[in-house]
Every structure is written in C-alpha cells, then in structure tokens.
T-cell receptor, first 112, second 113 residues
Framework: DAKTTQPNSMESNEEEPVHLPCNHSTISGTDYIHWYRQLPSQGPEYVIHGLTSNVNNRMASLAIAEDRKSSTLILHRATLRDAAVYYCILTKPMEYGNKLVFGAGTILRVKS | DGGITQSPKYLFRKEGQNVTLSCEQNLNHDAMYWYRQDPGQGLRLIYYSQIVNDFQKGDIAEGYSVSREKKESFPLTVTSAQKNPTAFYLC????????????FGDGTRLSIL
C-alpha cells in the first residue's frame, strides 16, 4: 500500500490559517488523496478528497502538487473546534471496494 | 437524521468469551467496514463488505468474524481467538468507489476484565 508521511504535531493560533502537509511519493495514478480528522473518543470525520486538481469545500481546501507526490490541507481560519488528529490517506480501487490505510496522522493544537 | 449507530459504547469481556458489536446504518450505503484503533495509532481494517451476503478480510481479520445478512447491518464478533481484543472499534459505511468518503460511527470501546 502506498504510504503517506505527516508531521507528528502542529500548532496554530485561533483564526489564523493552517497548512497541514502530507508527502506521498509512491502514489500511483489511480490513488485518490483523502483527508479525515478525528476528535478524541469519536470516529473519524471526512474532510476533503481529490485526485489531481485542487479542491475546495465548506470545511477546507486541498492543494495537490503537480507531480502528486505531496498535498496540503488548508484550514482557512482555525477554530478551537478544529483541534483534532488529521489523517492524510490514499485510497485505491480494490477488487472489492476502496480501502483507507491510516497512518498516525498529525495532531493539530489550536491556541486561543 | 441519517447516520451510523454503534452499540454499545463501552463493552467488557471476560477471558474466553465471544462478544458481538453492533453496527447499523440508514444511509442506504452498500459498503460497510470495521476498523480497530489502538491508543495513539491510526485505524486498521478488520473486515469489509461491498454487498449483502458477501464480505472480505482486511489486514487484521484473525480472531474476528462478521456477517452481512441485511444492507443496514454489519455486526462484528470478537472471538476468544483474538488474543489482544482491548481496543476502540469503529464501523463505517460508504457508497462504492475509491472517491467515496466513508462515514464513521462513534465507536465501541472493548476492554477485557
């Protein structure tokens, strides 16, 4: 399975933008880049995903490098509720369905 | 509201017992998944199912069993063969396809007495 590399932790001030990096140098052409986040004692929550082009939704933006070997999740204005573990995941078509391979993720701390 | 319901939230098991964790979804999703999470780590896939009456092993299926008799339900049994069952168990569902997000329940925390 293609692997992703993320910083163990990052810190941000409230209401400032946050850029969470992810390296995925072994990504293949059919792998989608997904981001999920998880609060303590809760299930992960889908944030955003993309294949080649940059993507925006109400939660965040995803910037994908031209060679697709890295990507950045952008939270435009961090709030205290954005403090969570953020997972960058590659998904690929399997014979039966799609598979999420989770790493350890990045712990985001937001200071007020 | 549509979503995934896992029950119970906390579960205790004695040595040598089988226990079954419930997962129900009303999102009309074909695909369902079970993951295990250990402290400070990411999720690992136990079993998944793309359609009723069919399921496949994930990365750590040993000591676990599942059934998929209904589209809405995907129960997970932790058998006595699972030597280290203490963990946080998460169920998810999705539409089919690699670009489809998975929707997760709030998990069941299993502990051994």
């Amino acid at each position: 399975d293609a692997k992703t590399t993320q910083p163990n932790s990052m810190e941000s001030n409230e209401e400032e933008p946050v850029h969470l990096p992810c390296n995925h140098s072994t990504i293949s052409g059919t792998d989608y880049i997904h981001w999920y986040r998880q609060l303590p004692s809760q299930g992960p929550e889908y944030v955003i995903h993309g294949l080649t082009s940059n993507v925006n939704n109400r939660m965040a933006s995803l910037a994908i490098a031209e060679d697709r070997k890295s990507s950045t999740l952008i939270l435009h204005r961090a709030t205290l509720r954005d403090a969570a573990v953020y997972y960058c995941i590659l998904t690929k078509p399997m014979e039966y369905g799609n598979k999420l391979v989770f790493g350890a993720g990045t712990i985001l701390r937001v200071k007020s | 509201d549509g979503g995934i319901t896992q029950s119970p939230k906390y579960l205790f098991r004695k040595e040598g017992q089988n226990v079954t964790l419930s997962c129900e979804q009303n999102l009309n999703h074909d695909a369902m998944y079970w993951y295990r999470q250990d402290p400070g780590q990411g999720l690992r896939l136990i079993y998944y199912s793309q359609i009723v009456n069919d399921f496949q092993k994930g990365d750590i299926a040993e000591g676990y069993s599942v059934s998929r008799e209904k589209k809405e339900s995907f129960p997970l049994t932790v058998t006595s063969a699972q030597k280290n069952p203490t963990a946080f168990y998460l169920c998810a569902s999705s539409l089919q396809g690699p670009n489809q997000p998975q929707h997760f329940g709030d998990g069941t925390r299993l502990s051994i007495l």
